[in-house]
């Protein structure tokens, strides 16, 4: 393409599934320079504990593979840790626990990640809520685990990532954030639709959400989701779809939209230079 810094902002990797590190081959191929790799929920990676340092094996795991991505970048990978939201449910149905006892794992989880983000060796930490229906008392205990990573997300000054029902309005959180003292910019939600208040939205590459957020002048990232996942094949966007849809803003002509989907909103929320990376 040109020489345009093109970051993915939310993409899991696995190299012990189907394609592996061929998808950061693909995304460079298309003209992508940079990824924020996410680690895969636990569960897909074969860890059912409720000992929250058997969880550090999902943060190795992804830390050795945002490496090897590195090698293969232009620019470079940098890794995003935490606990999927869906992880309450898994404790509570599978496991046994009750919502508090489920919420206190995963805030211990959630501080182990922080020691990664603490000593350098990941960027930021991975929170949020279930996107499906719960009760009460696991909504509750829910937002307690969210709260929890915005303190750790304040004490770290590094950004919080998070996975949420579907919203256009996020201002409640963003306060939550706030309240603990970390800036609503430094919250990300992923997989926004192309507008959003409160966090700063890290949009899902559907053409007429990136035009929305093109359209506005406020922050916001690109990602894919992508999770090599062989028995979800197509169930989210693959690995090429951000140099792709980059590609589609330029020739739109939202030249301006680009750089700050991949160069200013990075440095400013992340404090990443995907351009001095690049070199
Ligand atoms: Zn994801």
């Known amino acids: 393409m040109d020489d345009t810094p093109v970051l993915d902002n939310h993409m899991h990797l696995d190299p012990d599934a189907a394609r592996g590190m061929d998808a950061v081959d693909d995304f460079v191929q298309l003209g992508g320079t940079h990824l924020l790799v996410v680690n895969k929920p636990s569960w897909h990676l074969g860890v059912e504990s409720t000992d929250p340092e058997d969880f550090r094996?999902?943060?190795?795991?992804?830390?050795?593979?945002?490496?090897?991505?590195?090698?293969?970048?232009?620019?470079?990978?940098?890794?995003i840790l935490g606990v999927h939201p869906g992880l309450i449910s898994r404790l509570i149905d599978g496991r046994g626990c009750s919502p508090e006892e489920a919420a206190d794992l995963m805030q211990r989880v959630l501080d182990i990640a922080a020691e990664y983000v603490e000593c350098g060796d990941a960027l930021a930490l991975k929170s949020g809520r279930p996107h499906y229906?719960?009760?009460?008392?696991?909504?509750?205990?829910?937002?307690?685990?969210?709260?929890?990573?915005?303190?750790?997300?304040?004490?770290?000054?590094?950004?919080?990532?998070?996975?949420?029902?579907?919203?256009?309005?996020?201002?409640?959180?963003?306060?939550?954030?706030?309240?603990?003292?970390?800036?609503?910019?430094?919250v990300v939600k992923h997989y926004a639709s192309g507008r959003l208040t409160g966090p700063t939205p890290s949009v899902m590459c559907k053409k007429d959400w990136l035009a929305t957020a093109?359209?506005?002048?406020?922050?916001?990232?690109?990602e894919t989701d992508y999770i090599d996942d062989p028995d979800r094949p197509g169930a989210v966007m693959g690995p090429k779809t951000v140099p792709r849809r980059v590609r589609w803003l330029r020739e739109r002509g939202y030249d301006e939209a680009i750089e700050i989907a991949h160069v200013e909103t990075p440095k400013r929320v992340y404090g990443i230079d995907t351009r001095r990376t690049l070199e």
């Open 57 to 79: 094996s999902v943060f190795e795991t992804t830390i050795d593979t945002v490496a090897d991505a590195t090698e293969r970048l232009p620019g470079r990978a940098w890794p």
């Open 214 to 222: 093109a359209k506005s002048d406020d922050p916001f990232l690109m």
């Open 133 to 186: 229906e719960v009760d009460d008392a696991v909504w509750a205990a829910s937002n307690d685990v969210m709260k929890h990573g915005f303190k750790l997300g304040a004490d770290l000054d590094c950004v919080v990532q998070l996975h949420t029902e579907a919203s256009e309005d996020l201002t409640e959180i963003a306060e939550w954030a706030d309240d603990r003292g970390l800036d609503p910019l430094h």
